[in-house]
């Protein structure tokens, strides 16, 4: 039997965000107990918290654009991590946005040693363009932190900018090798995350990944996210991006003998995540658009939960469950 989400999910056409979760002092309410025969709701063993929308480049794919400036409260915010750890997450991911933007990255972290420290979450990690990053950050915080995803689309600077990833007179390719130093220095796992699209499908990157030597190197496919990156509502128009199937596959063959690659085409990428918004409502993307359930703040983990569109069986298949703490990791530089 299917579960009903019609009380719980947001009905906008762009699936804007509507309001911010209700009063703080008001504990998120209980799920409903099951009916016999129904399906249980996932457990959200590795989910992806999208705290901020704000971000300083104009990447023309980015499929979670600026549309609010709104971040919950730091004890809201930790409020709903809490909520998460209770129900089973073992993984979270701060993402954005960019989230060393919001004050100055003291904010993330703040949670990144909150979820360490105090719910002792196997894994943490961050998703960053690397821009913002100072070495004092590593000093406070690096030792809660279990990995550092650093955004890389190219290794040609002319790309970059092309892209949206241009940081003036600073050079995107030399200040990966920088956070790669510090990340050794501090004992945190590096990784890469590249978006494959028309600018760069063609380049060889072989060397400079060997050279990098990241835990694991993620490439996607460009995605188009109605409301997002595409449509009349969009903030984007990455529709110039785009590449096929097969120029995906041909640069995944291309790369495959570096045994840190994780390819994700957008059939997995799509529904095999976890993503929470700004205001803690998990987005549902089946349609090919973000529609949020309410927030976990407001009804709980387990009602949000089953609007979130989640495929359990393809995150798995996507190799979303995989050693994810430096503790495992054995680091070797």
């Keep these: 039997a299917g579960i009903t989400c019609a009380p719980l999910c947001g009905r906008s056409k762009a699936a804007l965000p509507l309001r911010a979760p209700q009063s703080r002092s008001r504990r998120a309410k209980k799920a409903p107990s099951p009916k016999p025969g129904a399906v249980p709701p ?41 909520l998460l750890q209770e129900a089973g997450m073992e993984k979270i991911n701060f993402s ?15 949670l990144v040693q909150f979820c360490k420290e105090e719910l002792k979450l196997p894994s943490v990690s961050i998703v960053t363009n690397g821009s913002m990053i100072k070495e004092r950050w590593f000093k406070y915080y690096g030792e809660y932190l279990d990995i550092l995803a650093v955004s890389c689309d190219s290794f040609n600077e002319e790309v970059n900018v092309l892209i949206g990833r241009g940081q003036g007179k600073k050079n995107h390719v030399e200040n990966l090798e920088k956070l790669k130093m510090w990340c050794q220095k501090y004992n945190v796992a590096f990784k890469i995350n590249s978006v494959i699209n028309r600018f760069n499908v063609e380049e060889d990157m072989n060397e400079k990944i060997k050279a990098l030597n990241p835990v694991r190197w993620k490439i996607f496919q460009c995605l188009l996210i109605e409301g997002e990156n595409t449509g009349e509502e969009s903030l984007r128009e990455a529709e110039r991006f785009i590449i096929s199937d097969e120029d995906f596959e041909r640069f995944v063959h291309r790369h495959k003998d570096l045994p840190c690659l994780v390819p994700e085409s957008n059939q997995k990428m799509r529904d095999s995540y976890l993503i929470l918004d700004e205001y803690m409502r998990f987005l549902n993307c089946v349609n090919g658009r973000k529609e949020p359930s309410r927030s976990i703040l407001d009804v709980g983990v387990k009602s949000a939960i089953q609007c979130s569109g989640f495929d359990e069986n393809m995150f798995l298949k996507r190799g979303g469950k995989y050693v994810w703490s430096k503790a495992d990791m054995a680091l070797q530089w």
């Excluded at 100055?104 to 972290?109: D, E, L, P, T």
């Design 96 to 110: 954005g946005g960019e989230p060393f933007l919001h004050e100055r990255g003291k904010f993330v972290g703040k």
């Design 42 to 82: 996932p457990v959200p063993l590795s989910v992806n918290y999208h705290f901020t929308r704000q971000c300083n480049y104009k990447c023309g794919f980015c499929f979670h654009t600026a549309k609010t400036s709104f971040v919950l409260p730091l004890q809201e915010a930790k409020r709903g991590l809490r």
